[in-house]
């Protein structure tokens, strides 16, 4: 299974921008692209709260979790 984050589509429905919303919670630009784009191998609770705090969200419809290989072609441990 792989974690995707759907930060893109909230960020639509709020009818905000990346640059705003690196404002508000104090990430940069780039690390909130990484993010989006999916290329985030760790978030901080911290910045999710704060992400979730902003967006007026709950964590999951942030991240989704779906069937499949995980990016990168990346084999989770047992």
Do not use: W, Y
Not at 14 to 28: A, H, P, Y
Not at 37 to 45: C, D, E, L, Q
Not at 53 to 75: F, I, K, M, S, Y
Request: net charge neutral; charged share 25%; hydrophobic share 40%.
């Amino acid at each position: 299974m792989a974690i995707i984050v759907q930060l893109d589509q909230v960020l639509l429905e709020r009818r905000m921008s990346l640059t705003e919303l690196s404002d508000r919670v104090g990430v940069t630009v780039a690390n909130l692209s990484i993010l989006k784009t999916g290329k985030a191998r760790a978030i901080r609770f911290s910045t999710l709260n704060a992400l979730c705090r902003e967006l007026d969200c709950t964590p999951g419809r942030l991240l989704a979790n779906t069937p499949g290989p995980q990016p990168g072609g990346e084999v989770p441990e047992d």
